[in-house]
């Protein structure tokens, strides 16, 4: 008896301890991969301590996960981005709540378990690309609660998941995660649709980044020359092969779209977009917390065409156009009597079935001699007899 109560309140303080806002802090942070996540990075052949990379879509408003297995990144699985605003386009200062563009590294001190947005980590703007451009701003972070101002901002369960694939890797070794952001998927349609945009130049590069990863399945190592991002090559001579035929297979595919037609347009916002996914859920009366400027989403992704498209005349098969000679009224088939010049049996001595001309008028062709009538030359009629010299026409 004289034990019960120490130990009732032993169990009671423990209790409080563990709910206090420390404690669910820690909890939130230490929260494991959900099974189905894991069971998918199995099927992968990868394990939850392996090197981890992100990629971001902002036109689609998508994350995905890859993880690092014994051939080379694979994909695990796609997040849906509640919230993210600003334009196309990459981040250039602080406070234009442009959500950034480009290849960021992400270590374990830019985790956030204490984060005011449930869970977080800072993607790393500026970077060294950023900063040589006179970008400015910091604290862009991939957060919970979905309101953003310039970040990438998820649910909080969406990021609750992303932070612990992030953290286990990390344990596992990872000095530092990859986080690529791109303005839309890489393709060569959207490339083309977009080729007269003022950022396209800057696309280009994240598209050879973009590539060179489709390819090789490497994490990039990237650096910044001249104010240009650059890649380091492949060590592996076969894989480095592999990227420069897809990056010239691309370009060839961006520029027989533009020649066939394709339409050039600018995508605009109001102030960025959101996800589908978290469009449709919410107007079924999903709860996903306060929703940043939700009136601007009506107007998210607005496509101005600045050129038209058109459609390009495409040569027209063999096998058609000769159905339609052979169809035609011009067809040999459909002329009685017709017999092609490549057909006709050569006679070498018809020249000389004819009259020998006698005069002038006789060598020049029918259709010629009827065009000139009694047009003279000089005193010399072209159809009378060839006495005379042609050449005494009239001097002054």
């Given at each position: 008896m004289p034990r019960t109560l120490p130990i009732t309140l032993a169990a009671s303080l423990a209790l409080l301890a563990a709910s206090s806002p420390a404690a669910?802090?820690?909890?939130?942070?230490?929260a494991p991969i959900p099974a189905a996540t894991l069971a998918l990075m199995a099927q992968k052949g990868v394990t939850a301590s392996a090197p981890v990379l992100f990629r971001a879509y902002k036109k689609e408003s998508e994350i995905e996960v890859w993880k690092k297995g014994p051939s080379g990144y694979v994909f695990i699985k796609t997040f849906p981005i509640c919230r993210w605003s600003g334009q196309l386009g990459p981040k250039r200062k602080s406070g234009d709540r442009q959500t950034?563009?480009?290849f960021y590294t992400v270590p374990k001190r830019q985790m956030n378990p204490n984060s005011h947005y449930y869970l977080s980590f800072d993607v790393g703007y500026p970077n060294a690309y950023d900063r040589a451009h006179g970008g400015t701003g910091s604290a862009v972070?991939?957060?919970?609660?979905?309101?953003?101002?310039?970040?990438?901002?998820?649910?909080?369960?969406?990021?609750g998941e992303i932070y612990a694939i992030a953290r286990d890797a990390l344990k596992g070794g990872q000095a530092a995660f990859q986080f690529q952001s791109y303005p839309f998927r890489m393709t060569?349609?959207?490339m083309a649709r977009h080729r007269t945009d003022p950022n396209i130049a800057f696309w280009r590069e994240l598209k050879a980044g973009s590539d060179r990863f489709e390819a090789s399945r490497e994490e990039l190592q990237v650096s910044v020359v001249a104010g240009r991002y650059a890649f380091a090559p492949s060590r592996?001579?076969?894989?480095?092969?592999?990227?420069?035929?897809?990056?010239?297979?691309?370009?060839?595919?961006?520029?027989?779209?533009?020649?066939?037609?394709?339409?050039?347009?600018?995508?605009?916002?109001?102030?960025?977009?959101?996800?589908?996914?978290?469009?449709?859920?919410?107007?079924?009366?999903?709860?996903?917390?306060?929703i940043s400027r939700p009136?601007?989403?009506?107007?998210?992704?607005?496509?101005?065409?600045?050129?038209?498209?058109?459609?390009?005349?495409?040569?027209?098969?063999?096998s058609l156009w000769?159905?339609?000679?052979?169809?035609?009224?011009?067809?040999?088939?459909?002329?009685?009597?017709?017999?092609?010049?490549?057909?006709?049996?050569?006679?070498?001595?018809?020249?000389?079935?004819?009259?020998?001309?006698?005069?002038?008028?006789d060598g020049?062709?029918?259709?010629?001699?009827?065009?000139?009538?009694?047009?003279?030359?000089?005193?010399?009629?072209?159809?009378?007899?060839?006495?005379?010299?042609?050449?005494?026409?009239e001097t002054p």
């Open positions: 669910a802090q820690a909890g939130k942070a230490e950034p563009e480009g972070m991939v957060h919970g609660i979905c309101s953003s101002m310039g970040c990438f901002a998820m649910t909080n369960g969406t990021v060569a349609e959207n592996n001579p076969a894989v480095e092969a592999a990227v420069a035929t897809r990056q010239a297979v691309e370009e060839a595919r961006i520029a027989a779209l533009a020649e066939a037609g394709e339409p050039a347009v600018r995508t605009t916002y109001s102030d960025g977009g959101q996800n589908a996914f978290w469009a449709a859920y919410t107007a079924r009366g999903g709860a996903v917390g306060d009136e601007a989403l009506a107007f998210a992704g607005q496509e101005v065409v600045v050129v038209p498209g058109h459609r390009a005349a495409r040569p027209v098969p063999e000769s159905t339609w000679v052979a169809a035609s009224t011009l067809s040999p088939r459909r002329m009685a009597g017709f017999i092609p010049v490549y057909e006709r049996a050569v006679d070498p001595f018809g020249a000389l079935a004819g009259p020998i001309p006698t005069r002038y008028g020049l062709p029918s259709w010629l001699t009827a065009g000139l009538g009694g047009l003279t030359l000089g005193h010399a009629n072209l159809s009378g007899p060839m006495s005379g010299p042609v050449a005494s026409a």
